[in-house]
């Protein structure tokens, strides 16, 4: 519980721009997993911890070392709740280090593995993300426009108008 509460409270406070909190927060999670073993949510702790290093600290080949843990880790995690949140944030840090045409798909992984697990709203997060990634790997704008809307009409369908607005046009 206090894992899921820390981890809900680093995402808030990472759109913020509350850099020192969020270091003090991930720290705490790595602490609580040190200290009391592994939870399904240990292995965002590290991907998020990479994220911090890679993109707010500019150390990407340190940032990339946790993230690549982090996905260790929940590789061996018995639960696969939590996997689009780490495969989503992963991402961030990947885009940077690996080729961007091959980091892009892990949203589309991302994507898959919340649907799987009922997590609509970061399932919508990793389809919008992976349509606006798609402009910056060159991918075909008729391939790109029916992805588009295919992520519109299931936003509609899962009442995301957050994310939905962002695709519309003006």
């Keep these: 519980m206090a894992m899921e509460l820390l981890a809900n409270l680093c995402e808030l406070l990472t759109f913020s721009g509350e850099t020192l909190k969020v270091k003090f927060i991930l720290s ?67 885009m940077h280090v690996e080729p961007m045409q091959t980091s892009v798909e892990f949203f589309l992984d991302g994507f898959r593995a919340a649907m799987k697990s009922g997590d609509t709203r970061n399932a919508m997060k990793c389809a919008y993300f992976y349509d606006v990634a798609c402009f910056w790997v060159g991918k075909k704008l008729d391939e790109l426009a029916r992805s588009m809307k295919e992520t519109v009409k299931q936003m509609r369908f899962h009442k995301n108008l957050v994310l939905m607005s962002l695709l519309l046009p003006i």
Excluded: W
């Design 28 to 94: 705490k999670m790595i602490q609580i997993t040190l200290k009391h073993g592994m939870s399904p949510l240990s292995p965002l702790a590290f991907v998020h911890y990479g994220n911090f290093v890679a993109i707010i600290r500019q150390n990407y080949e340190v940032g990339y070392h946790y993230v690549k843990l982090g996905l260790t880790l929940m590789k061996q995690s018995p639960s696969r709740a939590h996997d689009c949140q780490m495969i989503y944030n992963s991402a961030y840090t990947r």
